[in-house]
């Protein structure tokens, strides 16, 4: 049993005790004295955010007053981790707190994986469910639903969905906006289900009768693809896997922002009387990129920069719901990306000839996908105006692996025994009380690294130095150990591996030890 019901049951009491103010003495302001309430918490989770996409982070091509504000509102980190370069890894060390790498089956998810995070692990959400708070998870999911891959019946409530971890609402795509099947699932059923089409899909091959964005050109209306995504067609975008059906429940790209937008705030507005976890996972800036026409053409970068103020006006707009509600002062909002940028990730959107001058990885080498900083260096905001300073920016060295158990600090939840294993409490440091670094920080993409605030290793890897099946992109990849120095001013240009072999050696060790 995970659930901690007693536990579940106690904190709300606690709290409507506290409201109507039982066991204080009468006095003027007694009916105004506001509960001491436990913060409500957001995280607010970008897709292929890369550090230097956002004009607080120094971007100049596109503008992010909203993501700026909060950020002054807070700690701006400079020097925080992913635990990985891609999605499904990164988002189950998070929500569990254990390493990925250490189970099989967490590599890039398709949209009819079995649930990959099972049902017995305690999640993030166990925490906050456990310490007395409404939980929900709101878009990008990519872990899976169901009992097992490539079995569910999408016609039917599944079998096993969010709920089992720990989450009391959820309104989610199942794997991302580039895999079928291209419906939300709100509560482990399709949303808005249309028993005129029923759905299917397959990962292994195409539906007799539905055109393949590979054979039929003249229906990738919306957009075409560059790599990849030439299989089943919907919106006029080509996709990866096969689907049949969905009908009305099919989405609109131009309104996926819109749509999760408005069942975050909804989930806000309806529990805005007691604390919440709402994990808020964006579809931007992930491919396909087709933000709503309203945040076309506003900057240089065409449509992944309209994706990227899409994502800074759906930071606006939770933050002007909390405003309404008087709940922004006790709300714990954490902002950040799942994994480095990447600029062609298939689909012709002209992202690498209107970069115009923009890095989206700010300084750092590598992209999305790579072993080099570019892959997990991440943008990273933590504002809660109650408790936390305004206008921070921090240095310390940190990673995603540990909001697990420096959540589980703040809200004083009792873990079980054995879960979360490699998170750390950390609480301070994110808070932007101290600026503590982790000793070390693991990375996760083809190749294993290691990074200290000094030091950078990257394990020999005999794949290929650039990915050869798509993007541009570095991967970091090679046969021979390589170490760079991150106190020099170009980041990871000069291996250093030979010159200083004892380092090497400790960095090894660091990885051996934490492999155990
Ligand atoms: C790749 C996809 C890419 C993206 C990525 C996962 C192709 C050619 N490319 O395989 O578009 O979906 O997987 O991205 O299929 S992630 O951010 O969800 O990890
Ligand atoms: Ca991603």
């Not at 059906?245 to 749509?259: R, V």
């Not at 700010?362 to 570019?374: C, N």
């Amino acid at each position: 049993m995970k659930q901690y019901a007693l536990l579940a049951f106690l904190s709300p009491i606690a709290c409507l005790m506290a409201a109507t103010g039982q066991g204080e003495k009468g006095g003027k302001n007694k009916a105004k004295a506001s509960p001491q309430k436990q913060p409500n918490v957001i995280f607010i989770y970008a897709d292929d955010l890369g550090y230097g996409d956002l004009e607080c982070y120094g971007a100049k091509n596109v503008q992010t007053p909203n993501v700026n504000k909060l950020a002054e509102s807070g700690v701006r980190f400079t020097n925080a981790h992913a635990t990985a370069a891609t999605s499904t890894p990164s988002r189950y060390s998070m929500l569990t707190g254990k390493y990925a790498w250490r189970v099989p089956g967490t590599g890039v998810a398709a949209g009819n994986a079995g649930m990959i995070i099972r049902p017995e692990t305690y999640t993030m959400a166990d925490v906050f469910k456990n310490s007395g708070y409404v939980t929900g998870a709101v878009g990008k999911w990519h872990l899976g639903l169901g009992d097992k891959s490539g079995t569910q019946d999408w016609n039917a409530p599944l079998p096993t969905a969010l709920g089992d971890l720990g989450f009391d609402y959820s309104y989610i795509m199942a794997a991302t906006g580039d895999r079928v099947p291209c419906v939300f699932i709100e509560n482990g059923q399709v949303a808005n289900y249309d028993p005129s089409a029923p759905i299917e899909v397959s990962y292994q091959k195409p539906f007799p009768g539905e055109p393949l964005g590979k054979d039929h050109p003249e229906l990738l209306y919306n957009l075409k693809h560059s790599h990849g995504h030439d299989m089943a067609i919907v919106n006029g975008i080509g996709r990866i896997g096969y689907m049949k059906g969905g009908g009305k429940a099919l989405w609109k790209d131009e309104n996926i922002a819109d749509s999760i937008t408005a069942h975050a705030i909804s989930f806000i507005d309806k529990n805005k009387d007691q604390p919440f976890f709402l994990y808020f996972a964006t579809n931007d800036v992930h491919v396909p990129r087709f933000p709503h026409e309203r945040f076309r053409g506003k900057n240089k970068m065409g449509l992944r920069g309209d994706a990227i103020a899409q994502f800074d006006w759906t930071v606006g707009q939770i933050m002007s719901a909390l405003d309404r509600l008087g709940l922004r002062d006790n709300t714990l909002i954490i902002l950040s990306s799942d994994n480095g940028p990447v600029v062609d990730d298939g689909y012709d959107d002209r992202a690498e000839e209107l970069l115009n001058g923009h890095s989206p990885a700010g300084p750092f080498r590598g992209h999305k996908y790579s072993s080099f900083e570019g892959g997990t260096t991440v943008p990273a905001i933590v504002s809660w105006p109650k408790e936390i300073p305004a206008s921070q920016t921090s240095d310390a060295l940190v990673s995603q692996i540990d909001w697990f158990a420096s959540m589980a600090t703040l809200v004083k939840a009792k873990l079980p025994k054995g879960c979360a294993p490699d998170s750390q409490n950390r609480l301070s440091t994110w808070l932007g009380k101290d600026r503590t670094d982790r000793p070390w920080v693991i990375e996760q993409a083809s190749a294993m690294s290691v990074r200290t605030k000094d030091w950078k290793y990257i394990e020999p890897n005999d794949g290929s130095p650039m990915i050869n099946w798509g993007p541009k992109v570095e991967t970091g990849n090679l046969k021979t150990p390589q170490l760079y120095d991150m106190k020099a001013g170009e980041f990871e240009k000069e291996n250093l591996a030979d010159k200083y072999p004892n380092i090497v050696y400790e960095m090894q060790n660091i990885l051996r030890r934490v492999r155990k």
